[in-house]
C-alpha cells in the first residue's frame, strides 16, 4: 500500500475506508507496537494486561485499521467518580502520522463520546495533554472538552513534565 500523500487537500479529497476492533489478548501487541511510535510515553507490560484488555474497558476502547494495518487507537478505562458514578480516563489516543487529516482521530473521539452517552453513571470524560502539545488541546477543545487544572511535575520522563487536565462533563 503507497503511503498517502502529504498534501493534506489531497489526502483529504482522496478519503480512504477504515474499520474499528476491540483490543483483546490476541491484538493487542499490534497496540504496544503503534503506541511506541506515537506517544512520548512508553508503557509497562502491566499496563496493557491490566487496564487495556481488561473486559469492564472493552467498551471505550478501540483500534481503527486501514486494509490490514493499525493506524489508530483510543484507550480507556473507567475510574470511581463521586455519588455511584464513574469517570472515563483517557489512557492514551493517536493516529499515526502519515493517516492524521483523514478525520480518524475525530471519528475515535466521537465514537467514545457517543458510546459513553449511552451510559447513565458517567460524570465525564477526562485525560492529561503534555502542556505544550498546542494541536491535541485544540483538537480536544473542538469536542467540547475544558481546561479543569494543570499539574506540575506529571510526566516523569519527558519535558516538559506539566500537563493539562482537561474533561468533558456528561
Known amino acids: 500500500m503507497e503511503a ?15 474499520y474499528y476492533t476491540e483490543v483483546t489478548p490476541n491484538n493487542v501487541g499490534q497496540l504496544k507496537c503503534l503506541n511506541k511510535h506515537i506517544l512520548p510515553v512508553q508503557y509497562n507490560e502491566n499496563f496493557y494486561k491490566n487496564d487495556v484488555i481488561k473486559e469492564d474497558n472493552r467498551d471505550i476502547t478501540r483500534m481503527v485499521y ?7 487507537a483510543i484507550c480507556c478505562r473507567f475510574e470511581p467518580a463521586k455519588k455511584q458514578r464513574k ?7 493517536g493516529v499515526l502520522k502519515a493517516y492524521r487529516g483523514y478525520g480518524i482521530g475525530s471519528k475515535l473521539l466521537k465514537w467514545l463520546i457517543d458510546a459513553v452517552a449511552k451510559k447513565s453513571d458517567i ?5 492529561h495533554v503534555q502542556v505544550s502539545n ?28 506539566d500537563c493539562f487536565e482537561l474533561a468533558l462533563a456528561q
Open 4 to 18: 498517502p500523500s502529504e498534501d493534506a487537500k489531497e489526502r483529504k479529497a482522496a478519503g480512504i475506508k477504515t
Open 66 to 72: 486501514v486494509s490490514d494495518m493499525l493506524v489508530g
Open 123 to 127: 460524570q465525564d470524560i477526562y485525560l
Open 87 to 93: 469517570r472515563v480516563y483517557i489512557m492514551t489516543f
Open 134 to 161: 498546542e494541536q491535541a488541546i485544540k483538537f480536544y477543545e473542538k469536542f467540547g472538552f475544558k481546561n479543569i487544572r494543570r499539574k506540575e511535575n506529571y510526566y516523569k520522563k519527558i519535558s516538559p513534565p
